[in-house]
């Protein structure tokens, strides 16, 4: 059954989990953001169209204040990743893509490189999965990745999504060139 009013939903401005603290951006956390996505930029910018083909900083206070904005108006709920205890951001996990009607969401993440492996990204994704389905009501929720990130690949895998398909062609890369992409699902039936 589709949301009717999804402004009017309690949203948590904060998750977290055992290692980590999920929380939106505000104003000024560039200072935060940034160094992060310095540390990961060679990283990104093969996937990320805003890494490439190289990130910049006026860019990332942009985007502090419009997902702070669109968290407000549900219309994308983005959260900045924090070692619990600290200010050391170490990357985005939320929902950059929604459907109300279904509802649906789609999750998208980045995490600082030298952070890779030890598994907070999977931590993150698992919060954002799981208040999808309770706080979001979702039926559907999924993670799209280009085939050839095998480590996004691995984090869906990890989180217990299934792989449904992958779309030949759909899109292009951030360099041009086309990508294939893959679909990653959990529905509330299964979970």
Same mark, same amino acid.
């Given at each position: ?6 402004? @009017?939903?309690?949203?948590? +401005? ?12 505000? &104003? ?7 160094? #992060?996505? %310095?540390?990961?930029?060679?990283? @990104? ?9 190289? #990130? +910049? ?6 985007? $502090? ?11 994308? *709920?983005?959260?900045?990743? /924090? ?5 050391? $951001? ?14 649906? *969401?789609?999750?998208? /993440?980045?995490?600082?490189?030298? @952070? $890779? ?15 999808? *389905? +309770? ?5 559907? %929720? ?23 398909? %992958?779309?030949? $062609?759909? +899109? ?10 893959? &679909? /990653? ?7």
């Amino acid at each position: 059954m589709a949301i009717e009013q999804p402004i @009017l939903l309690d949203v948590p +401005e904060q998750l977290t989990t055992e290692r980590l603290l999920l929380r939106i951006p505000r &104003v000024g956390d560039s200072k935060f953001v940034w160094p #992060a996505v %310095v540390e990961s930029q060679n990283e @990104l910018a093969p996937w990320m169209p805003w890494a490439y083909p190289k #990130a +910049e900083a006026e860019k990332v206070e942009e985007y $502090c204040r419009r997902a702070a904005s669109n968290f407000n108006l549900r219309q994308q *709920f983005n959260y900045s990743l /924090y070692l619990k205890g600290t200010e050391t $951001c170490i990357g985005s996990c939320g929902i950059p893509r929604l459907n109300w009607d279904v509802p649906m *969401f789609e999750i998208g /993440y980045w995490l600082r490189t030298p @952070l $890779c492996g030890k598994g907070y990204m999977n931590e993150a994704v698992n919060a954002i999965t799981a208040m999808s *389905f +309770e706080t979001l009501e979702a039926q559907r %929720v999924e993670i799209r990745c280009d085939e050839r990130n095998r480590s996004s690949r691995l984090v869906a895998e990890r989180a217990g999504f299934m792989l449904e398909g %992958v779309l030949r $062609c759909n +899109e292009r890369a951030p360099s041009g060139e086309f990508r294939n992409t893959c &679909v /990653y699902a959990k529905i509330a039936a299964a979970t």
